[in-house]
């Protein structure tokens, strides 16, 4: 668990440098907010396409040949991509390299896979916790690191990045184990291997299918906060790569707060299902708050507040996990890749769209919050999917 947690840490920060400034380096080759939010959806929606064919195909492979191989690929490919857009001199090459960026990596599902071969079912909720607040220790030193180079200059970030990455691959050859045994691996069927087959074996997934449904509803409102989080903060709260990194800051420490050290003693008090509801609700009244925030400072009472937005997905993502079988873990969390993939190709579309809407209207205008509404109910919806589930059908049992 040391090693992969290790692996994700450095995966996670190498990503974060690039989150404050990614807006700004699309910035130098438009002119107006409006040009602006219309490139940065071009860039964003590269990835995501890419993303939402290769993980599934990258999952599969991980199945027959091991989570090691492909995690190396993920961190080759990340590298080289961070090296292409610190160099790059017109938008076409930031579009072509996330396009290769998205084919190349599915680090976040290989490694959700690594997680399961190593746990058993009653510890998969608590260690995808640990592995959730790796996520959240990155996006503490990432983007503040990111941030500040940013200030400087928007390129140094990347050639920060490219060389995390590259750190990470050693790390991953030299360094990190094999998690997945020969005996347990399984044949790559290209019939299988692909998003639309992959994402029917997960809606089938014994005891888990409407999850699906969450998963998507939450993930849209996710990606659509993620990707609109840095222009939607410049233009109500002039806020530049700096501000925008002290913000993440405060976002990592309620993560790591949430899932690696209240998750395992709420595990003991209270059920899996209990805390996705309350993780939802929480997270519902936190896109509210941030819509309706008028001052830079509310964003940071809001997100404080939303202390437990967080640990429901890892109680989500062990129930997909148990219902899926030791053999096909790569092959399931792909399918979770995939979905959110798909999500992360229609975010920008739905949240860069509607905040290219209101993005004349001025600064202290509540409307400018409209894309954060819209994030609310969609989590408002899913916590409806998932309450009506938990009452319905018992706790999926482990395969």
């Known amino acids: 668990m040391g090693f992969i947690m290790a692996a994700v840490l450095i995966d996670m ?88 960026s998205g084919a190349m990596q599915a680090n ?54 490219g060389s995390m990455a590259v750190l990470n691959w050693c790390y991953g050859f030299f360094v990190l184990p094999e998690s997945l045994p020969r005996e347990r691996r399984s044949p790559f069927d290209w019939k299988k291997a692909n998003p639309v087959s992959t994402l029917r074996g997960l809606a089938a997934l014994q005891g888990v299918g409407p999850l699906v449904a969450v998963i998507a509803l939450s993930s849209l409102a996710q990606f659509t906060l993620h990707n609109t989080w840095v222009l939607y903060t410049k233009f109500r709260f002039g806020w530049g790569p700096l501000a925008v990194s002290w913000s993440l800051l405060a976002v ?52 404080g507040l939303n202390l437990l937005g967080g640990v429901g997905a890892a109680a989500l993502q062990s129930f997909i996990s148990n219902a899926a079988g030791s053999a096909h873990q790569g092959r399931a969390m792909g399918a979770v890749s995939s979905l959110n993939s798909l999500m992360a190709v229609l975010a920008p579309l739905l949240g860069l769209t509607l905040l290219a809407q209101v993005s004349h209207r001025p600064a202290g205008d509540l409307l400018m919050g409209l894309p954060f509404y819209t994030c609310a109910a969609l989590q408002a919806a899913a916590l409806a999917v998932t309450l009506r589930f938990f009452r319905t059908q018992p706790a999926p049992q482990p395969a």
């Open 13 to 100: 920060i190498s990503i974060g440098l690039m989150v404050p400034v990614l807006p700004h380096i699309v910035g130098t080759f438009t002119h107006g907010n409006d040009e602006q939010t219309s490139a940065y959806l071009m860039v964003t929606m590269a990835f995501g396409i890419a993303n939402f064919f290769g993980s599934p195909v990258l999952g599969a492979l991980s199945d027959r040949f091991g989570r090691r191989p492909v995690l190396l690929i993920g961190f080759a490919g990340l590298a080289l991509s961070f090296f292409v857009t610190a160099t790059a001199t017109a938008l076409w090459m930031l579009v072509v390299v996330r396009l290769f």
């Open 108 to 161: 976040i599902a290989i490694a959700n896979a690594y997680v399961a071969d190593i746990s058993a079912p009653e510890d998969r909720a608590r260690r995808f916790g640990q592995l959730g607040a790796m996520f959240g220790i990155g996006f503490i030193l990432g983007p503040v690191i990111g941030g500040w180079l940013g200030h400087y200059d928007v390129h140094w970030p990347f050639f920060a990045a």
């Open 252 to 303: 990592g420490i309620v993560s790591v707060i949430s899932q690696g050290v209240l998750l395992k003693p709420l595990l003991k008090r209270f059920s899996p299902q209990r805390l996705a509801l309350v993780s939802m609700t929480s997270a519902s009244l936190a896109y509210l708050g941030f819509g309706l925030a008028t001052e830079g400072w509310m964003m940071y009472v809001v997100i």
